[in-house]
């Protein structure tokens, strides 16, 4: 087992722990430090047993299941505060798994890894389609505060509205990107002669397909339990986490849009963060770019769409209008991201750099009003 597996192990003892704090009514502060630790292995585990089934399962429904669960923690949680009325930590979320994501994961990975190796390299056509996406999405984002900022007398609904349609023409793009990104690696697979070898024919006999069977069916075993016992724990602990999170706020003078924007994604992506630092350092900048971006494309192209989708049924919906030096802050972390990933090159001054930006944002967010 490796250290992190064990650290993380180590960690479930505050699932517990949040339980029993919350049976026994201790300080909502503690109770909200004790559920925000819980989560994270509880995301680790979740995310583990994700890539496990995918990879059993085969690249087309492995990149569906990656699609759907990649993101599960951050979900569960908004949907939890959506159905608690706290739709402005919810868009603040939203907005800080973006700057969190391109500006402290990264940054941290740009860092450690550039004073490792100096110069570290990855695929710039890769790195450039997926600035596209990102700024396509921004984009998507600003619109609705770009409506209300330049008509009169606007109804609410028309914003609602307009998020509605967004939303799907979101969902619609995800999905034509996850087609590409695996007729992509059938491709690669084809130009290696993989393809080839893997459809080759096997003289399988009815016995030894059974058995097959049965060996699939076993590795199927362990990771699906764990991803429904993790679900249903964070499901319990993000109820703790959301009900102690507005005394919290209020004992310690916090506002909804720091909380959101900063402190919820530090323990909803821990996990991708370390992900990034570790490939980073054994020099696997692709990988580190891959999951960076990709996680905030996942948040902006599919999570933040369902959301809005799902809080139909929800007393208080959920638009894409979001607060204005929240979209400043994101649309920052998009610009300078994609202006540094463009060469398909990184050195430890550009991860300085995007995490001088993420400490201006945060410290703005700490102040602001």
Known sequence: MSAKNKFLLLLLIFVPITLAAEWLKLSPVLVFVLSAVAIVP???FIAEATEVIAAIIGPTLGGLLNATFGNLTEMVVSVVALRAGLVEVVKASILGAIIAN??????????????????????????????????LSVLVLLTPSAIHFTSDGLPKAAIQNFSYAAAILLLIFYGLSLIFSLKSQQDVK???????????PQPVSGRNALATRDRRLAKFGKPVTILLICTVALVVISEILVGSLEETVKVLGWTELFTGIILLPLFGGVVEYITCVTTALKNKMDLTVAVSIGSTLQVVLFVAPI??????FFPTPLSLEFNVFGMFAATAAVLITSSISSDGQSNWLEGVLLLILYAVLGTAFYLHP
Do not use: D, K, T, Y
Request: no cysteine; charged share 15%.
């Open 42 to 44: 509880l995301a680790a």
């Open 307 to 312: 959301l809005v989708l799902v809080s139909l």
């Open 102 to 135: 391109l500006l402290l994961g990264l940054g941290l990975a740009m860092l450690l890894g550039g004073l490792r190796f100096q110069q570290q390299n990855f695929a710039p056509e890769i790195a450039r389609l997926n600035a596209s996406s990102l700024l």
């Open 190 to 200: 084809r130009l290696n002669g993989l393809e080839a070898r893997e459809n080759q």
